[in-house]
């Protein structure tokens, strides 16, 4: 059985950078069949894609967040990260890492990880 | 980008048939993902490729794809099945590749 972790602070600075690890267990992580995501949450809002990594290294990312995301992979720890730049208030949210399975032209996921709350106040 | 629009919410009566559309410019030419998220808790997949169940997904849930509109439909709603729903496409040009999801819609049984 998969699982997935989020864990980082729970709490930056605006202005500042976010950071996020995923841990990955259960599974290969460096599978080329699998991609993995980062999806946000704010409170009460909607589901968010933020963008994804290939084991290798390749990247998609969502257009509005592109210039402030990176996400790397570290295949050693069976971890993934994500960092967000010039955080403001409207990147509080619900983190959530996802292995996502690409095939017949679409991509979807099936594992999540519990979640991480990220909240953006000085 | 690619624009998925839900209805903000549905209300149903326990036993009846709950229709949650999902509107895209030809969406059909897409595979759309539906996801169930119950307060508290990460998204759960219940539908993919527009029509499939993955395992343990009761067969009360089922999708179908047509012109502009997916649908996913839950067929005798249950006080557990009150939550909210999204749908979900994979776009793919010529620049650039992204995950899009719907607004989401919060079914609510009466």
């Known amino acids: 059985q998969l699982h997935l972790h989020e864990s980082g602070p729970g709490l930056v600075k605006p202005s500042e950078t976010l950071s996020l690890i995923c841990t990955v267990s259960g599974d290969s992580f460096s599978s080329n069949t699998y991609y993995w995501g980062w999806i946000r949450q704010p409170p009460g809002k909607g589901l968010e894609w933020i963008g994804s990594?290939?084991?290798?290294?390749?990247?998609d990312y969502n257009p509005s967040l592109t210039t402030r995301v990176t996400i790397s992979v570290d295949t050693s720890k069976n971890q993934f990260s994500l960092k967000l730049t010039s955080v403001t208030a409207a990147d509080t949210a619900m983190y959530y890492c996802?292995?996502?399975?690409?095939?017949?032209?679409?991509?979807?996921?099936?594992?999540w990880g519990q979640g991480t709350l990220v909240t953006v106040s000085s | 980008s690619y624009v998925l629009t839900q209805p903000p919410s549905v209300s149903v009566a326990p036993g009846k048939t709950a229709t949650i559309t999902c509107g895209g410019n030809n969406i059909e030419s897409k595979s759309v993902h539906w996801y169930q998220q119950k307060p508290g808790q990460a998204p759960v997949l219940v539908i993919y490729?527009?029509?499939d169940r993955p395992s343990g997904i009761p067969e009360r849930f089922s999708g179908s794809n047509s012109g502009n509109t997916a649908t996913l439909t839950i067929s005798r709603v249950d006080a557990g099945d009150e939550a909210a729903y999204y749908c979900q496409v994979w776009e793919s040009t010529s620049d650039h590749r992204e995950v899009v999801f719907g607004g989401g819609t919060k079914l609510t049984v009466l």
């Open positions: 996802a292995r996502q399975a690409c095939s017949g032209g679409t991509c979807y996921y099936f594992y």
């Open positions: 490729y527009d029509s």
């Open positions: 990594i290939f084991y290798s290294g390749g990247t």
